[in-house]
């Protein structure tokens, strides 16, 4: 069978772009491994945000004294969370099918693997039907990383390790939780084990955690947790994992932590493993594909989007991506930038940030000023945030006055961070942010606050 475009992989490149293509008529063959959606419906973004959103309901509950609602027996129960956990999961997969069908996509599901190319195009095998595509797009995503720590393969047979797909089902919720890494899942995780009941330890390699966040931030939040009674382990090394310990290094000397059980996440890296790459020699660079900003490989008509190509490993990014290469491949000429992505951790509070940190600018020699403005500026959210300790950070190049970057934690940052991309993305400079009116009262007015200390 022939198509204008085969795409290996149904997660937000491979969706996102399947839809495009159809949208603009082609022939397109979307070919899914697993699930539709892949991890960023299934196991990742929309899952853990089921989940936050449940933990963030019950402390509210617990903790409405503050606010004057005082509420009864309240409890947690984690089967109901997971089965509406599953049921948004369902319903979003749902969704895309039905998208998937309006734009004539057609999907198959198996292990695609590319074979060759004849004179028709790219071959691509699922079980044994070949299919024949004039263009590739690989859209395999990524997979967790497991570093060669003693006793973690065998902790993860046993179910004791668990990476960010089992822990989003588990039945119960363990007593002690030892996460390994303090990147995004691992601080979104602790955000609901802590919630939920669990007695939570994070054990981070570095001094800090959330890793290239403002650093300044990364403190806030730091002690948020550990107001919320998170500990955390800074600077460590897990050597070993037991049976039900885990055994980390901390200045030359070893500590043990009891453990029900295990979460690794220490990143993530690209998918490329069976798929067939060397069959039609596509490019790679370590273990991502390697394209250009046009989201070509090496090969004429095959591209690749998303965490394979190792660059951002964000849904949105991957969205963008895939849209870039649809257009490339129908003769828009479309570039991608990465210097105005939007990054949040949907941790209480929220994490949000864009464009340069104070520490990046200054690697790259850019002269800039900051604005430091505490939320406390903002009505709306005093009025929401007792006692909350929010920031907004904003960045401005001295030259040209233009916002370079902008930082915060506190809620809704999630929401309003895509303004300040805009903001990036179209070069806005500081007299122009003046001019613009925000609605009152909302906390995206700290932007409003900041720029006027600029
Ligand atoms: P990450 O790269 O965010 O964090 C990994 C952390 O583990 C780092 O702080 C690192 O210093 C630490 N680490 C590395 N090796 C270690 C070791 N041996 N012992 C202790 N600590 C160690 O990776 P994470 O959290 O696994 O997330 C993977 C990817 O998924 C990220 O790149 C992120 O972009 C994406 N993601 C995005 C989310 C969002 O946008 N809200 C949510 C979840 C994941």
Do not use: W
Not at 323 to 329: A, L, S, Y
Not at 336 to 359: C, D, H, Q
């Amino acid at each position: 069978m022939s198509y204008d475009l085969i795409i290996i992989g149904g997660g937000p490149a491979g969706y996102l772009g399947a839809e495009r293509a159809g949208h603009v008529g082609l022939k397109t063959l979307l070919i899914e491994k697993r699930f539709l959606g892949g991890v960023c419906l299934n196991e990742g973004c929309i899952p853990t945000k089921t989940l936050l959103n449940s933990a963030k309901i019950y402390d509210k509950a617990r903790y409405g004294e503050k606010y004057g609602v005082l509420a009864g027996d309240i409890k947690f129960d984690h089967q109901k969370v997971l089965t509406r956990k599953n049921k948004v999961v369902r319903t979003l997969v749902g969704g895309i099918r039905a998208q998937l069908k309006r734009n004539k996509v057609e999907v198959v599901e198996g292990f695609g693997k590319i074979i060759g190319k004849s004179s028709k195009g790219y071959q691509v095998k699922v079980y044994d039907q070949t299919y024949t595509g004039k263009r590739l797009l690989i859209a395999t995503g990524s997979q967790p990383i497991i570093p060669p720590i003693p006793g973690l393969e065998d902790g993860l047979k046993k179910g004791f390790v668990l990476t960010n797909r089992e822990i989003l089902d588990l039945k119960t919720i363990p007593e002690r939780l030892v996460i390994i890494g303090g990147g995004v899942i691992g601080l979104e995780m602790a955000s609901y084990f802590n919630s939920a009941g669990s007695e939570v330890t994070v054990v981070e390699m570095l001094d800090h955690i959330a890793g290239e966040t403002d650093r300044e931030i990364s403190n806030i939040l730091l002690k948020n947790y550990q107001k919320k009674g998170v500990e955390f382990k800074l600077n460590s090394k897990v050597v070993r994992v037991n049976d039900s310990s885990v055994v980390y290094e901390d200045d030359g000397q070893e500590y043990t932590l009891k453990a029900d059980k295990v979460l690794i996440s220490i990143g993530r890296t690209p998918v490329i493993e069976g798929i067939g790459l060397e069959t039609i020699g596509v490019e790679t660079e370590g273990r991502a594909i390697k394209v250009d900003e046009r989201g070509r490989t090496n090969l004429p008509e095959v591209y690749a989007a998303g965490d394979v190509n190792g660059k951002s490993l964000l849904a949105h990014t991957a969205y963008r991506e895939a849209e870039v290469c649809i257009n490339n491949m129908t003769g828009k000429r479309d570039i991608m930038r990465y210097n105005a992505i939007p990054a949040v951790i949907y941790t209480n509070p929220e994490v949000a940030s864009v464009g340069e940190t104070e520490e990046t600018a200054g690697k790259k020699g850019i002269e800039f000023e900051v604005a430091n403005v505490s939320m406390r500026y903002s009505g709306r959210y005093v009025a929401e945030n007792e006692g909350g300790d929010g920031i907004c950070k904003i960045l401005v190049d001295k030259k040209h006055r233009k916002i370079i970057g902008v930082h915060m934690i506190g809620n809704y940052a999630s929401e309003i961070i895509y303004g300040a991309a805009m903001m990036i993305e179209t070069e806005m400079r500081v007299k122009d942010v003046q001019e613009l009116v925000f609605p009152h009262p909302t906390v995206s007015e700290i932007i409003r606050e900041g720029i006027f200390q600029l």
